[in-house]
């Protein structure tokens, strides 16, 4: 069974880093897309970062281009994404995510892929930048 597991949000003030680790299991790395969406109260869930694990392609939304990295660990099943910069606007839930299909939609698409392609979800972990 598909397993993920979000971990390292914390509170942070405006400026600083953070470092978010997606554990995944259960199935074949290189076969999914793995992605990071996010969660304000009264928000919808967006896109931020996916990543290709099997070739190294990643996408990020305009916010958050020259802040937020992506990046696997292939061996260790494990995607993270680095923010740095942070700003109050990041404050959310971060959800990794991932699914086999859209794999083969993510570069279809002129944007973000829907979170309604993404089967698999973790838990989430908060991140909480202040002011």
């Known amino acids: 069974d598909v397993q993920l597991q979000a971990s390292g949000g914390g509170l942070v003030q405006t400026g600083r880093s953070l470092r978010l680790s997606c554990a995944a299991s259960g199935f074949t790395f290189d076969d999914y897309v793995i992605a990071w969406f996010r969660q304000a109260p009264g928000k919808e869930r967006e896109g931020v970062s996916w990543i290709l694990p099997s070739d190294g392609g990643t996408y990020y939304r305009d916010s958050v281009k020259g802040r937020f990295t992506i990046s696997s660990d292939n061996a260790k099943n494990t995607v993270y994404l680095q923010m740095s910069d942070l700003k109050p606007e990041d404050t959310a839930v971060y959800y990794c995510?991932?699914?086999?299909?859209?794999?083969?939609?993510?570069?279809?698409?002129?944007?973000?892929?829907?979170?309604?392609?993404?089967?698999?979800w973790g838990q989430g972990t908060l991140v909480t930048v202040s002011s």
């Open positions: 995510a991932a699914d086999r299909d859209a794999r083969a939609l993510v570069r279809k698409v002129s944007g973000f892929l829907h979170r309604a392609y993404f089967a698999s």
